[in-house]
């Protein structure tokens, strides 16, 4: 058995499309040994498999050395979520192997909370921008044990869902706009976009986590299409 494995994480879920190798032993301890950007204008399906394998490359690695893929599932392109999702799919065909599906809003969450070890918010919004005054929220909170708990996606033209800004945190995209945040006293602001790397780092403590492990399985897995928009 081997002492480690090599995950590979692709996120597609916004016009710019990222792909990253972690080594992880045990299925605990992770390693980020790539981290590289496709596109950044969502040209997705040209760039993946020639970006890929100039990854691999790098790393003296193949296809066959990868143990598990991950990817979003959502929210965020609907297109981007199909064709990341799909491509990992015929991946796994060469070598079986997991596919993992988790929230991108959860691992943009887990990636702050890492950043933030000594926070005292207790309820975290990550953002993503769906139209230009239209956006989803995904609605987490915090235990006293460093958990988070998704409470909710839901769909918003404004802020006036915030109840209690003293205690909130805004996880935002690189299309937020913040001028009608400027008011707000929030616990902290910060923009996180999504990223393939948060997947890999974040999964196993990912409670939105699904795992398909045969080719019966793959083919009914799907993202989840809430809020969705076509980049």
Request: net charge neutral; charged share 20%; aromatic share 8%.
């Amino acid at each position: 058995m081997k002492p480690f494995e090599h995950w590979l994480s692709l996120d597609l879920s916004s016009s710019k499309g990222t792909l990253a190798i972690h080594q992880v032993t045990k299925g605990t301890k992770s390693i980020l040994l790539s981290s590289h950007t496709l596109t950044e204008n969502g040209n997705h399906s040209e760039r993946f498999i020639p970006q890929l394998e100039k990854c691999l490359n790098a790393l003296s690695l193949s296809v066959s050395d990868l143990d598990r893929y991950i990817t979003s599932s959502g929210p965020g392109s609907f297109t981007g979520l199909r064709i990341a999702l799909a491509s990992l799919k015929a991946l796994a065909y060469v070598k079986t192997a997991p596919i993992d599906i988790l929230s991108g809003s959860e691992s943009r969450g887990l990636a702050w909370l890492n950043k933030n070890p000594d926070t005292q918010t207790k309820e975290l919004f990550v953002i993503t921008s769906i139209t230009a005054d239209r956006f989803v929220a995904g609605k987490f909170i915090r235990d006293a044990s460093d958990q988070l708990h998704f409470v909710e996606d839901s769909n918003h033209t404004d802020w006036t869902f915030i109840s209690h800004p003293q205690k909130t945190t805004l996880i935002l995209d690189e299309k937020t706009n913040e001028i009608a945040l400027a008011n707000l006293q929030l616990e902290a602001i910060e923009k996180l976009p999504a990223h393939a790397d948060q997947l890999g780092a974040s999964l196993t403590r990912a409670k939105t986590r699904k795992t398909f492990q045969t080719i019966s399985e793959w083919v009914n897995a799907t993202p989840n299409y809430f809020g969705s928009t076509r980049f």
